[in-house]
């Protein structure tokens, strides 16, 4: 069965530093993947995918994720991290269970980003 | 564009009532996906729809929960009774065709049941 894990509840980091949220997957095949965020009292925002290509894709906000196929992991990064970026993340996963033209997004429980002044 | 539209933003009913949660997708998307937030279970699928049609409804918690798509611009989730436990966050996405999967989110109904 295909699923996206994402280990940590919560992460914390000062305002300037480099953060990283983390996401692994299990997936048969090539996966999709994908980084949304999630303001207060607002829908998810899509931030970026990866589909295929270099493991280093870039998205909105100044963020990035790393896809590695050894370690299936798809971790968010962003270099210099900045108050406004709190806020939950969710890493998903194209759902090719049913069939490969299903388009429904299997998504991790989400990461709480509190990034402090 | 304006993005997926939902109404009402909020909803205050009573145990026992029809609720009717309403969705208007990205002009365009041929899918579409309802989803609950909680606090608890987090975010879940409930439904979702390729070219009006239900794909999978796997989701849906039990018999008082339906869903409808009756054309490419429209598409309702009814609660009917409704009971206090299914107080959540209620969102509505649109994915087009040849997007690669990527779902929109609507600004979701936050639907309180007393």
């Known amino acids: 069965a295909q699923s996206v894990a994402q280990p940590e509840d919560q992460v914390n980091v000062a305002e300037g530093n480099p953060l990283t949220v983390k996401c692994t997957y299990s997936v048969s095949g090539n996966p999709y993947l994908f980084w949304y965020v999630q303001y207060p009292n607002r829908g998810l925002q899509f931030l970026l995918k990866y589909i295929t290509g270099d493991n280093l894709v870039k998205g909105s906000y100044g963020f990035e994720a790393e896809f590695n196929k050894s370690q299936t992991s798809f971790h968010l990064k962003k270099p210099s991290a900045l108050v406004s970026d709190s806020a939950l993340y969710f890493c998903?996963?194209?759902?090719?269970?049913?069939?490969?033209?299903?388009?429904?997004?299997?998504f991790g429980k989400g990461t709480t980003l509190s990034v402090s002044s | 564009d304006a993005g997926v539209i939902q109404s009402p933003r909020h909803e205050v009913t009573e145990m026992g009532q029809e609720v009717t949660l309403r969705c208007k997708p990205i002009?365009?998307?041929?899918?579409l996906f309802w989803y609950r937030q909680t606090m608890m279970r987090g975010l879940e699928l409930l439904i979702y729809?390729?070219?009006?049609?239900?794909?999978?409804d796997s989701g849906m918690p039990e018999d008082r929960f339906s869903a409808k798509m009756p054309n490419a611009s429209f598409s309702t989730l009814k609660i009917q009774p409704s009971e206090p436990r299914d107080s959540a966050v209620y969102f509505c996405?649109?994915?087009?065709?040849?997007?690669?999967?990527?779902?929109?989110f609507g600004p979701g109904t936050r639907l309180l049941v007393l």
């Open positions: 996405a649109s994915s087009p065709r040849a997007g690669g999967g990527t779902q929109y």
């Open positions: 998903a996963v194209r759902d090719f269970s049913a069939n490969q033209a299903g388009t429904a997004l299997i």
């Open positions: 002009s365009g998307h041929n899918s």
């Open positions: 729809f390729n070219n009006n049609v239900p794909i999978d």
